[in-house]
Structures are given as structure tokens and as C-alpha cells.
């Protein structure tokens, strides 16, 4: 057995699994931390009291449009060289520990109800910003992307936030080409690798509108200011960003 071989069976056992254990502990019941049964009272936040202390809010000083950590001023190094073309991005917690386990339990296990409880914790988050929105839109994921994982997990963020949110949802970017894993390209061959990887829908108007873009992680930022740069020349009046992490 060749070693892609062996990993697709170790990947199809760990499915099983995960499977199983998601049947054991149904969403809501169990604590997404520790798994722990969960009083009913924290069925909403998914978490335990202890696992509850441990999320990594962001606190400290952030930059005041991308929400990056910084030690001074008012904008990190990369918005001070240049500003993305987002207004603004946020996130309520840094992109670790257990919020790191939000992501990737919904995106590498597929486990799609935490789609629900991200966006919660983001509709909080957003609730008590100052940042408005007329129309919800997500960062669409690149269409080989889609047919590995099978489900879109920021358009399931994006669609739940907009429930609880009463704004409505509306898709509004295409990816277009399907670019290198963008992990591994260095900070300004992100933002070259991103540039045109994105193109309006035909006939759905941005003109005029407040658009909240969602994504669940937001990293160099590089992905969020492509897709409002084209949103902004399609019309859009501004382009806030929310993300789970940062
Ligand atoms: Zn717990
Ligand atoms: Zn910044």
C-alpha cells in the first residue's frame, strides 16, 4: 500500500470515528472542547464553563483596520504601508487554541453543525461593533476545494450569521482560478497570488450596498481586500469583514 494509499485509509477510519463519536455525543450535548456532557444552560455556547475560559479572545491592542495584535499606534506595519481595501475587518478571537479547534472540527472533520455555533459567537461579536451591514456575503472557497471536503463551510458561517443576524445573505463572488496552497507562499506572494482570483456573479448588484464579508479565518487579509476590491469596483459603498479568528 502506497503511502497516499495508507493515509486515505487512516483518513476513512478516523471518518468512522468521528462519525461515531458525533453520534455519541449529538451537537449541543456535548462540550466541543472537552467533550464533556453539557448542562443545558451552555448548550448555546457548545462549551463547558472551564473549556469557556480557555477561548482566545482577542485582547491587547489591535490595529484599528485589521484587528492585527500590535505593541503602539493605531495600525500594524502592513496597514500603515499600505491599507487593505476592506474598511475594516474583526474577529473575536486569535486564531488558537480552542478557536482552533472551531475550524478545523468544521472544516477538516466536516463537523457542520459548529458552522452554527461560529457564527453565534461572531453575530455576538458583531452586535456589540459598531459595524452595520445591508447584505452578508462569504469568501467563496475555490470550486477543488469543494468537491474534496464537500460543503462550503463559510457559505454555512456566512448563511447562519445572516439568520440570527435578520440581514440577509446574497452570493456575490465567483472564484475564478484555482490558485497555489496559499499557506505556503510568503506574505506579498499571498497578496500577488489572490490578485484576480475573484470576479463578480452577473446580475447580482452590489451597487450602493454596506457589505459584511465573511470568512472564518482571516490571516494575511490578502483573500478579504481582493474580494472587496472587487465588490467596492462592482459598487459596493463599503466592505466590512468578520471572521471567527485572527
Ligand atoms: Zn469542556
Ligand atoms: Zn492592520
Avoid: W
Avoid at 491599507?83 to 475587518?89: I, R, Y
Avoid at 467563496?140 to 440570527?164: C, M, N, Q, V, Y
Avoid at 463572488?173 to 507562499?185: A, E, F, S, V
Avoid at 494575511?220 to 476590491?229: I, L, M, N, P, Q
Amino acid at each position: 500500500m502506497g503511502s497516499g494509499q495508507k493515509s486515505k485509509a487512516l483518513e476513512f477510519l478516523k471518518k468512522g470515528y468521528d462519525a461515531f463519536t458525533d453520534a455519541m455525543f449529538p451537537p449541543g450535548y456535548a462540550c466541543l472542547g472537552c467533550g464533556k456532557e453539557l448542562k443545558s444552560e451552555f448548550h448555546e455556547r457548545a462549551l463547558c464553563d472551564e473549556c469557556a475560559e480557555e477561548l482566545p479572545f482577542k485582547t491587547g491592542k489591535l490595529c484599528a483596520v485589521c484587528g492585527a495584535a500590535i505593541y503602539a499606534g493605531r495600525l500594524c506595519r502592513r496597514c500603515s504601508q499600505a491599507l487593505p481595501e476592506f474598511d475594516k475587518a474583526a474577529a473575536p478571537f486569535f486564531y488558537d487554541g480552542l478557536a482552533k479547534k472551531f475550524v478545523l472540527d468544521l472544516k477538516a472533520r466536516g463537523r457542520l453543525y459548529i458552522a452554527d455555533y461560529m457564527a453565534e459567537y461572531m453575530y455576538r461579536y458583531f452586535s456589540a461593533s459598531e459595524l452595520t451591514a445591508d447584505i452578508v456575503t462569504a469568501v467563496p472557497s475555490a470550486a477543488k476545494t469543494l468537491r474534496i471536503r464537500g460543503f462550503d463551510h463559510t457559505e454555512l458561517i456566512a448563511k447562519a450569521f445572516s439568520e440570527r443576524a435578520h440581514i440577509a445573505y446574497k452570493a456575490l463572488l465567483n472564484r475564478i482560478k484555482h490558485k497555489k496552497d496559499q499557506t505556503k507562499l510568503g506574505f506579498s506572494a499571498r497578496y500577488a497570488s489572490v490578485s484576480g482570483s475573484f470576479e463578480p456573479i452577473r446580475d447580482e448588484i452590489a451597487e450602493g450596498l454596506n457589505i459584511l464579508l465573511i470568512d472564518d479565518v482571516l490571516t494575511t487579509g490578502a483573500t478579504a481586500s481582493e474580494c472587496a476590491r472587487v465588490m467596492k469596483k462592482a459598487g459596493a459603498a463599503s466592505v466590512n469583514v468578520i471572521t471567527f479568528a485572527r
